[in-house]
């Protein structure tokens, strides 16, 4: 099969083809809703990962993997009579017309944190009954965190400065430390350990929540942030069990101060 040069006819193809493999492919047969959910959020992963590298040839293939569930998942609800592909385009193409007044209507906006804001308010007037109700459950929680005070700010509930966040995390920082402090208190029962134990996590999670909400400040993704030390993390220590490896030690054999020998030398070489 030719490819097609312009959009459409490609988006055409892909429905051709996502025909063809229903009809006729044994595991595209198989595939439901359900059992395609768990590969799309791989999918969706994998195109975080070639994003944060910059990888542009990784980023086409995996926007396209994530083209192909799009197609799959309407073509599996349109054999069950729910909607098709032509539903959920028009779907999208009338909430963005809708969503964007300052475009498609009277209303000004002339900057990205009014659209923001106006957008919020829209999605009210539609029935929500909070504006967080657009924050999945499912979100991993520092992703959630980050939606979660995008979303307040978008009705107004915000800090007004970064100094005032940056006062927060070091607010909450001593409450987490004062705790940790109580954990010390010598012969307490096993109530009072699980009591404090349960103040540290409230005051370790109040911590990140008031450190997330500073990074949003300084236009800093923390999710981002912490994945590129992740990665930076694996670099450094897959460079230190290497030259370990070469020099014939083993990682539980060696000192701290050794390994950290091979630690700065990863560093040096980023």
Same mark, same amino acid.
């Given at each position: 099969?030719e490819?097609?040069?312009?959009?459409?006819?490609?988006?055409?193809?892909?429905?051709?083809?996502?025909?063809?493999?229903?009809?006729?492919?044994?595991?595209?047969?198989?595939?439901?809703?359900e059992?395609?959910?768990?590969?799309?959020?791989e999918?969706?992963?994998?195109?975080?990962?070639?994003?944060?590298?910059?990888?542009?040839?990784?980023?086409?293939g995996?926007?396209?993997?994530l083209?192909?569930?799009?197609?799959?998942?309407?073509?599996?609800?349109?054999?069950?009579?729910?909607?098709?592909?032509?539903?959920?385009?028009?779907?999208?193409?009338?909430?963005?017309?809708?969503?964007?007044?300052?475009?498609?209507?009277?209303?000004?906006?002339?900057?990205?944190?009014?659209v923001?804001?106006n957008?919020?308010r829209?999605?009210?007037?539609?029935?929500?009954?909070?504006?967080?109700?657009?924050?999945?459950?499912?979100?991993?929680?520092?992703?959630?965190?980050?939606?979660?005070?995008?979303?307040?700010?978008?009705?107004?509930?915000?800090?007004? +400065?970064?100094?005032?966040v940056w &006062?927060?995390?070091?607010? #909450? !920082?001593?409450?987490l430390? =004062?705790?940790?402090?109580l /954990? %010390?208190?010598p012969?307490?029962?096993?109530e009072?350990?699980?009591?404090?134990?349960?103040?540290?996590?409230?005051?370790f999670?109040?911590?990140?929540?008031?450190?997330?909400n500073?990074?949003?400040?300084?236009?800093?993704n923390?999710?981002?942030?912490?994945?590129?030390t992740?990665?930076k993390?694996?670099?450094?220590?897959?460079?230190?069990?290497?030259k370990?490896?070469? +020099?014939?030690r083993?990682?539980? &054999?060696m000192t701290?101060? #050794? !390994?950290?020998?091979?630690w =700065?030398?990863a560093k040096? /070489? %980023?």
């Amino acid at each position: 099969m030719e490819n097609n040069n312009t959009s459409c006819d490609a988006f055409n193809r892909l429905l051709t083809i996502m025909e063809d493999l229903r009809a006729g492919c044994p595991w595209d047969k198989k595939q439901t809703l359900e059992s395609l959910r768990y590969l799309t959020i791989e999918e969706t992963y994998e195109l975080s990962d070639a994003i944060l590298e910059k990888d542009m040839p990784a980023i086409k293939g995996e926007l396209g993997d994530l083209m192909l569930h799009l197609v799959f998942y309407s073509k599996i609800a349109s054999e069950q009579g729910a909607f098709d592909i032509r539903d959920v385009l028009n779907g999208i193409c009338d909430k963005l017309i809708v969503r964007h007044p300052h475009i498609y209507g009277e209303v000004e906006a002339n900057d990205a944190q009014t659209v923001k804001e106006n957008w919020e308010r829209i999605k009210l007037k539609e029935g929500k009954r909070s504006v967080l109700q657009g924050v999945p459950p499912s979100l991993p929680a520092m992703v959630k965190a980050y939606r979660i005070q995008e979303k307040a700010r978008g009705v107004g509930f915000d800090w007004e +400065a970064p100094h005032q966040v940056w &006062d927060k995390v070091i607010e #909450e !920082m001593g409450e987490l430390r =004062e705790n940790i402090q109580l /954990r %010390e208190i010598p012969d307490q029962t096993e109530e009072a350990k699980a009591i404090v134990n349960s103040k540290i996590e409230d005051e370790f999670g109040d911590l990140l929540f008031a450190l997330i909400n500073y990074g949003r400040f300084i236009d800093i993704n923390p999710e981002d942030a912490l994945e590129r030390t992740n990665k930076k993390f694996i670099r450094r220590f897959q460079y230190l069990e290497d030259k370990a490896r070469d +020099a014939g030690r083993n990682l539980h &054999d060696m000192t701290l101060a #050794e !390994m950290d020998v091979f630690w =700065e030398e990863a560093k040096k /070489r %980023e």
